[in-house]
């Protein structure tokens, strides 16, 4: 063993109790560090710790909900054989799904803890197409608040991820609000002709170039 320069060597004991006690956690280390270390571990080590994060995991919920909703207003439209506009709501309903996916995949990716939450009550009686349409164009700027809000959130929270990742859903519900209101002006326009709504569709649907949305997050388990 080398000889302490300057005196003699201090003893292992006293030197295992300068140090005595719990051994510190990987994020109790790191407070003791850098301000930017905190803030880089405050979305993985520490998970749900940011309001942005807390928030984001509850947004999960509101996209199944939404889901199930469009599935609801879709099986009406079915029901009373309008298979264009059944078809539309049927779509939408796997988006929203796709959408809480995305949200579950970024979250798996950042190392956070995944929960699958129970949905809202949806709402299943109508008494007309209008009626359907109406309440769609109400959830989806519904969400588009919701998704405002998170945007607004990472921000203040310093989560220039985060923000960067709801970029791509605040451009989605620009066409997804823009898309439900001129559904809801062909109804209106309509009134009880439905099969001119069903003709919109069918057109609409000519148009339409299938495709994935550039740029768009990875949903977990692939696109449905």
Known sequence: MLAHRGGPAPAIGAASREISGPPLTVSQGLSQGSPGTVCAMSSIGQPGATRFQTMLAAQVRNELTASQQYLALAVWLDAADLPRLAARFYRQSLEERTHAMMIIQYRLDNRLPVAIPAVDDVRNDFSSVHEVVELA?????????????????ARADDDYIGEQFVQWFLKEQVEEVASMSTLLTVVERAADNLFQIEDFLARESDRCVAGTVPAAPRAAGGRT
């Open 137 to 153: 164009l109400s959830q989806e700027k519904r969400v588009t608040e919701e998704i405002v809000s998170l945007a607004r959130t």
